[in-house]
């Protein structure tokens, strides 16, 4: 995950991405601080996916490919057209998983990015070295369980390794 630093440009102000690709070629993540108003039954609707009752939450993932959606979702139990990203973490683009994993008796937790980040080659790692982003672990309580409004803070801390109440509201000073 990365994690923006607080003195990160406006463009990453406060974003916490998930990486899913990185590499020669470039890379690709989502933003997972940026809800949308849209309900997720909602969203998947107005993508053609039929899902009642389906729960989860629905971001702006990014500002490439917005009329897209990928899902990012948890459990062990993940289709053939996904691709695990951690630990009891996956991510999918196909509309028949996307329908069948909120459909099916035990949903999984499920966040909906509309869209994703991009990166040409060596451009993340040229930001990285800029220090506008930290890099931290893959954290499923951020992606899924965090409220949006405090997962940068919370992941802010664990990159950091302080507890998120003691963080509270301070200005990290630039060294």
């Given at each position: 995950?990365?994690?923006?630093?607080?003195?990160?440009?406006?463009?990453?102000?406060?974003?916490?991405?998930?990486?899913?690709?990185?590499?020669?070629?470039?890379?690709?993540?989502?933003?997972l601080?940026?809800?949308?108003?849209?309900?997720?039954?909602?969203?998947?609707?107005?993508?053609?996916?039929?899902?009642?009752?389906?729960?989860?939450?629905?971001?702006?993932?990014?500002?490439?490919?917005?009329?897209?959606?990928?899902?990012?979702?948890?459990?062990?139990?993940?289709?053939?057209?996904?691709?695990?990203?951690?630990?009891?973490?996956h991510?999918?683009?196909?509309?028949?998983?996307?329908?069948?994993?909120?459909?099916?008796?035990?949903?999984?937790?499920?966040?909906?990015?509309?869209?994703?980040?991009?990166?040409?080659?060596?451009?993340?790692?040229?930001?990285?070295?800029?220090?506008?982003?930290?890099?931290?672990?893959?954290?499923?309580?951020?992606?899924?369980?965090?409220?949006?409004?405090?997962?940068?803070q919370?992941?802010?801390?664990?990159?950091?390794?302080?507890?998120?109440?003691?963080?509270?509201?301070?200005?990290?000073?630039?060294?």
């Amino acid at each position: 995950m990365l994690i923006a630093s607080p003195d990160a440009p406006l463009r990453a102000r406060r974003s916490v991405i998930l990486v899913a690709v990185h590499g020669e070629g470039g890379s690709l993540g989502f933003v997972l601080n940026r809800p949308l108003s849209l309900p997720l039954e909602e969203s998947l609707a107005s993508l053609g996916i039929r899902a009642p009752g389906a729960r989860g939450k629905t971001c702006r993932g990014g500002t490439t490919g917005p009329d897209g959606a990928w899902l990012l979702f948890d459990g062990e139990d993940a289709p053939e057209d996904s691709c695990q990203l951690g630990p009891n973490v996956h991510v999918t683009a196909s509309a028949e998983a996307t329908e069948t994993l909120l459909t099916r008796c035990v949903a999984p937790r499920a966040l909906l990015c509309r869209g994703h980040r991009a990166w040409e080659a060596g451009e993340l790692n040229g930001e990285i070295e800029a220090g506008i982003w930290f890099v931290a672990p893959l954290d499923p309580q951020v992606i899924f369980d965090a409220p949006f409004e405090r997962r940068w803070q919370h992941a802010l801390c664990g990159a950091l390794g302080v507890n998120a109440p003691w963080l509270g509201n301070f200005r990290i000073a630039s060294a």
